[in-house]
């Protein structure tokens, strides 16, 4: 074996030191979930800084050339128990007094404390060289392999770059309303105690308005709590901007909100302005929580076992393939609950876990920004169990106590960048809605699958909508690709009327004890809302010429292997503030759509003629060929249709937008003439407002072996955007290999009769299923709270509460956000 002094210097022109901008990976596998922490630990190539776990090191090593490593190994140390310890073996947690994460007085963030050891590694051989090693070595060694290791240890690693360490919610801004802030003088004086809402007699969440010193109750919170909304209704009336929370008020300060800024703000002028309604700060003492504190205490609860948490009962932990828990990165609670749900899809497990190895065979140099990659990993970090084991306690390093629901788990950091790059929801650390996180993904999945196998083929479905003409009694049929099933909820449809109405009476009344009441909605009457004809009061009917009154009415086209429910629980009040319907709803274990199914049209039954609506024209002007709306035609080619149908859907729906369009095109994909140009009477084209191509994108797409016409094509279909026409491209190579565009715009393909491509293609079969998953969430709206999901495995229910994973015991099945369901054998 060569000296490994002379290895190094072979190899010292592939060792790199990190700039910055530089993607270090020194927390994370690219290929799995292994970090310096696992067994093996981790080794980051010096070259390209991507992180791999032992049992992919020497897979980069053979297919990349690379030979030197960082070597980096992470043991934890033994944690030493505090001097006032219960005894239990687990140093007392202090209660955070601080609405923050990762600063003195905050939520702790579990920072575990390890010995580190580094070290390079020459592969194949493994030769080692630690730091010590490197001073007996030349001088152009010993600098250029220091400097490597020091920068890669120095550098931040992308998941600490992508992860909040610190947020502090405490952090307030000085209202703009502070400093000239009209009071009236109208010689309101409040007493230092004793306070009641004006309007309801409530004595809790009291608010003073600053302006004119109204006393007032606060907002109602989602679950009954807190007050009857009065201030917030007076500022709407008044438009007076700031109060304080009485009970609040100490020497130091008070809880102030700015109703216009819609946050907590900060007075610098609060005394000044207190002492304008008789009330002295300097001898005023807190009678009831801050926000903060409140805040904080919901923010504890949310880790606790409340309802849909199923609080109250001793959870069994569960280890073992498939029940592998997902660390909360920040508010990901809603990603890691649909990821979940969607790994025990068995279209999802072949197209990405069965076929791991080879994806990993496939991947290309940079694996971290490859989709398919990515999602593989994610696939088999949750269904292999190499990563569902209890997480041991801090200091028990032998595993000797018993498990705890907590696992060690897998933290999808890299798969959160990925799908949320370029998001401007997904990309942040917010919390975020289930359903439209569901839907962005099923879309990358659809942009990602374009050949072979497509998993999100299992939800995809057919929707049928007539619409019948009032005064012709003619009908139209339209059909439009849908994957989920949007269930309206009746609220004057609950079934406990009577107690909710008494509940509100009492709250009125001020009845502080006033019991929290939730509707109980049957689910026959969401299903009876969602199949009921809708009425369309502005139709324009081709049949008459004018707009008139029709009924629409929507069923299944086809029925999908998967089906999922989403129940409409957020909803806007009557001020378009956003809320949630505290709603309990019996859905069925079991259900049966076959009497939605569509039938198609009626012997006898007349359809509306194809007539387009006439334009909208302005006198003065010149009537020019018609303007498509272009990204509408671009979403449509997106989805793999054809151009020249793309655009006669978009015109013949009048640019009304990419549901008619594709309604249009569902109806239409029979015709023979589907894919032929669009051109009208009059007009030798119809345009659309694409700016010319830009020659540099030209030239590049053709670079890759394309021809001009197919770049031109690629571009148009895509607003000229280089990356999108890239993507377009290899996307639909099967219509582009045999592409000869002629003056008339028809391929070749379509000059010799051959069939257009087909659109998405749906699965259909019986349209009885039965549940297997469900999605929960608890929260005022999608934009906060917290998500759980329970999976039914092997006929037990598990929970699934981010690394939490458990056997439930009662599952609140009337309680969720999102259903899954099967279709069930015949």
Request: with cysteine; hydrophobic share 35%.
């Amino acid at each position: 074996m060569a000296d490994v002094g002379e290895v190094l210097m072979s190899v010292l022109s592939t060792i790199r030191v990190p700039k910055p901008g530089d993607r270090v990976h020194k927390d994370e596998c690219a290929l799995s979930f292994s970090s310096p922490e696992s067994e093996g630990g981790l080794y980051v190539c010096m070259n390209s800084f991507l992180g791999f776990g032992s049992q992919y090191v020497d897979r980069h090593n053979a297919r990349s050339g690379q030979r030197a490593y960082l070597h980096i190994t992470r043991t934890r140390k033994a944690k030493k128990e505090d001097d006032n310890n219960s005894g239990s073996g687990h140093p007392p947690k202090k209660k955070p007094t601080r609405l923050a994460i990762g600063i003195e007085g905050g939520f702790d963030v579990d920072q575990e404390q390890y010995e580190e050891d580094v070290k390079v590694v020459i592969l194949p051989d493994r030769q080692e060289v630690a730091s010590d090693d490197l001073t007996t070595m030349p001088d152009v060694v010993r600098e250029r392999v220091s400097l490597s290791m020091a920068g890669i240890m120095a550098a931040d690693s992308v998941s600490h770059t992508l992860q909040v360490q610190q947020w502090d919610g405490e952090v307030r801004q000085e209202s703009r309303h502070a400093a000239d802030l009209k009071q009236l003088d109208n010689g309101v004086k409040i007493p230092p105690s004793g306070w009641r809402c004006e309007v309801c007699d409530l004595q809790e969440n009291i608010w003073m308005n600053l302006t004119d010193g109204k006393v007032l109750c606060g907002r109602r919170y989602f679950d009954g709590s807190g007050g009857n909304n009065h201030a917030l209704l007076h500022f709407q009336e008044t438009g007076y901007p700031l109060a304080v929370k009485l009970g609040t008020i100490t020497p130091d300060g008070a809880d102030v909100y700015s109703y216009d800024e819609d946050d907590m703000v900060l007075d610098s002028k609060l005394p000044e302005h207190l002492s304008h309604f008789g009330i002295d700060m300097m001898t005023m003492e807190k009678t009831e929580r801050t926000m903060t504190e409140l805040e904080i205490a919901v923010n504890q609860r949310v880790g606790e076992w409340e309802v849909i948490q199923e609080s109250g009962t001793t959870l069994r932990p569960l280890f073992g393939p498939g029940l592998t828990g997902m660390k909360n990165l920040g508010n990901s609670c809603y990603l890691n609950s649909v990821m979940q749900v969607l790994f025990t899809v068995p279209d999802f497990q072949s197209k990405y876990v069965s076929n791991i190895d080879k994806i990993i065979d496939e991947a290309p140099s940079d694996p971290t920004q490859d989709f398919k990659t990515q999602v593989a990993k994610l696939g088999y970090g949750l269904l292999s169990g190499e990563y569902s084991k209890p997480a041991l306690d801090p200091g028990d390093e032998n595993g000797a106590s018993e498990p705890r629901g907590d696992q060690i788990g897998i933290a999808p950091r890299m798969f959160k960048a990925l799908v949320g790059r370029g998001h401007p929801e997904f990309s942040t650390n917010r919390q975020q809605d289930a359903q439209e996180f569901l839907l962005h993904f099923i879309n990358m999945v659809e942009r990602n699958c374009r050949s072979g196998p497509n998993p999100s083929e299992a939800f995809r479905f057919l929707v049928e909508e007539r619409i019948v003409c009032q005064q012709s009694q003619k009908a139209k049929y339209t059909q439009r690709v849908d994957y989920i099933v949007q269930l309206p909820v009746p609220m004057d449809q609950a079934t406990n009327t009577e107690e909710l109405q008494e509940a509100e009476r009492r709250r009125e009344e001020g009845d502080s004890s006033a019991p929290t009441v939730r509707a109980q909605i049957p689910f026959t009457a969401c299903m009876a809302a969602l199949s009921e004809p809708e009425i369309l009061t502005d139709f324009w009917s081709s049949a008459v010429q004018a707009k008139t009154t029709a009924t629409k009415t929507t069923r299944f086209a086809s029925f999908p292997d998967h089906l999922v429910i989403q129940i409409k629980k957020f909803t806007f009040g009557l001020d378009w503030v956003p809320k949630k319907l505290d709603v309990s709803i019996d859905v069925p274990d079991t259900l049966d759509l076959s009497a939605l199914c569509a039938t198609g049209q009626q012997p006898g039954e007349e359809l509306l003629p194809e007539v387009a609506p006439p334009p909208l024209m302005t006198p003065d002007v010149e009537v020019k060929a018609p303007v498509l709306d272009d990204s509408t035609v671009s979403q449509l080619c997106e989805m793999g249709f054809p151009l020249e149908a793309c655009r006669k859907a978009v015109y013949y729906t009048g640019n009304t937008g990419i549901d008619a369009a594709m309604n249009w095109i569902m109806g239409h994909m029979d015709d023979p003439d589907f894919s032929a140009p669009l051109v009208l009477p009059g007009c030798s084209s119809v345009t659309t407002p694409t700016e010319s191509l830009s020659e540099e994108h030209l030239a590049t797409i053709v670079s890759m072996g394309f021809s001009r016409d197919q770049a031109t094509k690629a571009l148009r279909a895509t607003s000229n955007v280089l990356d999108r026409a890239v993507d377009w491209i290899f996307s639909h190579l099967d219509d582009l290999e045999s592409m000869d565009v002629s003056e008339g715009g028809r391929s070749a393909a379509e000059s010799e009769g051959r069939e257009p491509p087909p659109g998405p293609r749906v699965r259909d079969g019986p349209g009885k299923y039965e549940l297997f998953a469900f999605i929960s969430h608890m929260g005022t709206s999608t934009m906060c709270g917290h998500y759980v999901c329970h999976i039914k495995k092997d006929q037990q229910w598990v929970i699934f509460n981010d690394q939490k994973v458990c056997a439930s015991e009662k599952p609140p099945k009337d309680l969720g956000y999102l259903y899954f369901y099967r279709r069930v054998a015949e």
